[in-house]
Nanobody, 123 residues
Framework: QVQLVESGGGLVQPGGSLRLSCAAS????????IGWFRQPPGKEREGVSC????????YYADSVKGRFTISRDNAKNTVYLQMNSLKPEDTAVYYC????????????????WGQGTQVTVSS
């Protein structure tokens, strides 16, 4: 069974940093695309950053380029999202998702989702 568990969310001041983790089980990470998505209050869920495990191809939303970095540890079946220089606009529930293809960073491409972790950026 595919299972994704996010962790690392919390409350942080503007300009601060958080590192989110997504622990995957039930599948071989090497053959899946993994993505981070977020849903601000009252907004649609959107892609933040995605990585193809097979070839390392990455995507970043324009709003996070230069501030967020996606990375992976295949041995641990874990994907990370390092978030620096956080802004209030980054406040959202962040979700980890995976798809057994070399997919885009669109919500509809993804088959399996974690439960989400809240990130709040506020002074």
């Amino acid at each position: 069974q595919v299972q994704l568990v996010e962790s690392g969310g919390g409350l942080v001041q503007p300009g601060g940093s958080l590192r989110l983790s997504c622990a995957a089980s039930g599948f071989t990470l090497d053959y899946y695309t993994i993505g981070w998505f977020r849903q601000p209050p009252g907004k649609e869920r959107e892609g933040v950053s995605c990585i193809s495990i097979s070839d390392g191809r990455t995507y970043y939303a324009d709003s996070v380029k230069g501030r967020f970095t996606i990375s992976r540890d295949n041995a641990k079946n874990t994907v990370y999202l390092q978030m620096n220089s956080l802004k209030p606009e980054d406040t959202a529930v962040y979700y980890c998702a995976t798809d057994p293809h070399d997919s885009s960073c669109e919500v509809y491409d993804y088959d399996y989702w974690g439960q989400g972790t809240q990130v709040t950026v506020s002074s």
